[in-house]
């Protein structure tokens, strides 16, 4: 068949229009420019990657193979990454743009107290010679502090003082909003302290799950081996290590439980640690050493664990608590030193995600700066990616997305009056981040051209302080949780708020010039109307317009949106990740709402746009509606490694790549009609779910 023909168009494409034009521009219209579209875009101007089409496959029958088939039959994966596809595109060219910026900081001072900062730390983590003579002795502090370990006192101390800093065994602590009170930042203190994926894997033999746990036990063992352990001392250490890990992961929460925001969140504050659920761990010592001394209201995810782990450190052998906290402290620090601790962490890596070999160092060191002094970083990546108009073309479709959403909530018809306003009033609450902070953060901790590995414990510190205090201080929702060059986004239902980095407003999956279809297709229903369904799916659904936890729905329009949800539950638990691992759909089902309601919303919202417009341009081979869709399946195409698909399976909220094309577009009731598909077709089932 010809490049860029499908199944149903082997007539000529049906016009786009017609759409009546406003005369002139209307205050509806968003902006004037949009309405200057050629009249004709190719494919690729248009923002479709022609090549990645099969052309061979039936859309109706298949269409993420028809949308992605010429990628996955001709991509394949680097060996130094887990997976290749539209996101790690544009995570490359990022990668190759900061790689530059960075280079050219280490070289020479600028007397810009930012590239300094950039060019010290780079250069530090760059200084293979200065990593190879330090070794291991930067980790020695820490584990001098394990070997204190004598009995549950002297345990419980060692824990304090790893958790000063920034090395969390047992559990971690951060800020929180108070779910009862979204005005307030309180402290929030969850599990923490595993280096397997998930808790199952502890204790389950779903795919390779047995196998993993014996390459882990094994990684472990050699970890205790560079540790100067003898062989035979090095298993001992590393089964009571191991033995140890297993307790806590009975112990702690399934992430499907903790997708119940009221299962994570108890009020049992200081006074109920101190005095009923763990009386012997010192928490005013803990908090002191934290830097946070009067902190008093505290939420735990669950205060059984406290109670049963303050009686593991006092019941658990001291050397089996030695071996945890020294796994502990080797797993959070092997990165950051010499080649055989950094090759040992990749051994590990390579069994979970199945990448052949380690990235250059350059990318690992770009990838800690990101992490590290991301915002410093993410201003050179701005300058060079997101310049222009790109900004006020995000926003224009986040509006675009939002209106349609509110058009959504009018009409829905199983929900009652009183939900729907209440709903309405979250929509109009939802505040969104775009691109890249108003004002940058200041990283004020000191760095050293000589000491990587001081480095980042100088920023682990900084920042779990800067964590720390926001807790007692109102909300900041100005914020950000990800760095500017991150190809990602998120919603936050404590905040009622979505932010898009200027890394996922990238080619292929925005451009300022694209046909208005691919952008509404990719960005408006992928990013956008996915961040914002996450404010009404199963999980976001509980918070209210202000960031409460509180029940804002009527029983019986509850009742019937979970009737929703379930039918999305067991769409996705018939899909399979692998052969044999089949997706959770409990585990899923917020990011499958996500999904779905994201791309139907987006749908409306870009017919609802084009009403206002010119005709967009036409494109040879599809009709705009086509566009849509294909921009949305591209935007997903992507190879991965099984090893990477089957550890997602287990412990990651998000369906693969296939099924977040295919099992959204199965439910969309614009896709049959924009292909001309017959009913029953593959694509179009007939039964389809909806929630929103
Ligand atoms: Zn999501």
């Not at 499908?6 to 786009?16: E, F």
């Not at 692998?578 to 996500?594: F, Q, S």
């Not at 094309?661 to 077709?681: D, E, L, R, S």
């Amino acid at each position: 068949m010809a490049a860029g023909g499908v199944t149903t168009g082997s007539a000529p494409p049906a016009p786009a229009g017609p759409q009546a034009a406003p005369a002139d521009g209307s205050a509806a219209a968003p902006s004037a420019s949009h309405t200057q579209w050629a009249p004709q875009m190719s494919l690729a101007e248009a923002g479709i990657v022609p090549d990645w089409i099969d052309a061979t496959v039936d859309p109706c029958t298949d269409f993420y193979a028809f949308a992605c088939g010429g990628f996955l039959k001709t991509a394949s994966i680097p060996p130094d990454r887990s997976s290749w596809g539209a996101i790690e595109i544009v995570v490359k060219d990022a990668e190759d743009v900061l790689h530059d910026a960075l280079e050219a900081a280490a070289k020479a001072s600028a007397g810009d107290p930012t590239i300094d900062k950039l060019g010290a730390y780079y250069a530090a983590c760059m200084d293979e010679p200065a990593i190879e003579r330090a070794g291991a002795a930067p980790m020695q502090p820490l584990l001098d502090l394990v070997a204190k370990v004598s009995d549950g006192t002297t345990a419980a101390a060692a824990v304090v003082a790893l958790h000063a800093e920034g090395v969390f065994p047992l559990f971690a602590i951060g800020p929180q909003q108070d779910f009862a009170d979204a005005t307030q930042v309180i402290a929030s203190i969850d599990q923490a302290g595993l280096g397997l994926p998930d808790r199952k894997y502890y204790f389950e033999n779903k795919g390779t799950m047995a196998r993993t746990r014996a390459a882990y036990l094994a990684h472990l063992t050699r970890l205790f081996q560079l540790l100067g352990k003898d062989a035979a001392a090095a298993r001992t250490a590393a089964g009571e290590a191991m033995r140890v890990e297993t307790q806590l992961a009975r112990l702690q929460q399934d992430e499907v439980v903790r997708r119940d925001p009221h299962a994570v969140y108890h009020r049992v504050d200081r006074v109920g640690l101190e005095t009923k659920l763990a009386p012997s761990f010192p928490w005013g010592a803990y908090l002191a050493a934290l830097g946070i001394p009067d902190v008093t209201k505290i939420s735990v995810h669950d205060p059984a664990y406290y109670t049963r782990i303050a009686a593991l450190l006092k019941t658990e052998r001291p050397a089996a608590l030695r071996s945890y906290l020294a796994s502990v402290v080797m797993r959070s620090m092997a990165d950051d030193l010499s080649k055989p601790w950094v090759d040992e962490a990749f051994a590990m890596r390579k069994v979970l995600d199945g990448v052949k070999e380690l990235p250059p160092r350059w990318r690992r060191c770009l990838r800690n700066t990101d992490r590290d002094l991301g915002e410093l970083l993410g201003q050179s990546y701005i300058k060079t990616r997101f310049a222009g108009d790109a900004k006020a073309r995000a926003v224009e479709l986040t509006r675009a997305v939002l209106a349609a959403m509110r058009g959504e909530l009018d009409q829905l018809p199983w929900m009652d009056d009183a939900t729907r306003g209440a709903a309405k009033q979250k929509l109009e609450k939802m505040a969104y981040l775009v691109g890249f902070p108003d004002k940058w953060r200041r990283y004020d901790f000191e760095i050293k051209r000589t000491d990587f590995a001081g480095n980042v414990q100088a920023a682990s510190r900084f920042e779990l302080a800067r964590q720390l205090a926001k807790i007692g201080k109102p909300v900041d929702r100005l914020d950000w949780g990800m760095t500017p060059p991150t190809v990602n986004a998120y919603y936050d239902p404590t905040l009622n708020e979505l932010a898009l980095p200027a890394g996922q407003l990238q080619p292929p999956f925005f451009g300022a010039r694209f046909h208005p279809a691919v952008n509404f297709g990719s960005t408006g229903g992928g990013t956008i109307g996915h961040e914002m369904t996450h404010g009404f799916d199963d999980e976001g659904s509980q918070f209210d317009a202000d960031g409460n936890l509180r029940e804002w729905w009527t029983k019986p329009t509850r009742a019937r949106f979970h009737d929703a949800t379930r039918c999305v539950v067991d769409q996705y638990a018939r899909y399979e990740a692998v052969p044999g691992v089949h997706l959770d759909g409990k585990l899923t089902a917020g990011e499958n709402i996500a999904d779905n309601g994201g791309v139907k919303l987006a749908y409306q919202a870009y017919q609802a746009w084009k009403a206002t417009q010119k005709p967009p341009a036409q494109v040879e081979g599809y009709t705009d509606d086509q566009l849509y869709f294909l921009a949305y399946a591209q935007s997903w195409c992507d190879k991965a490694t099984p090893e990477v698909l089957e550890k997602r399976a287990h412990s990651n909220p998000h369906s693969p790549p296939r099924w977040r094309v295919n099992g959204v577009i199965v439910n969309q009731p614009g896709f049959g009609p924009a292909f001309k598909c017959t009913a029953g077709a593959a694509m179009v089932p007939g039964k389809a779910c909806s929630v929103w």
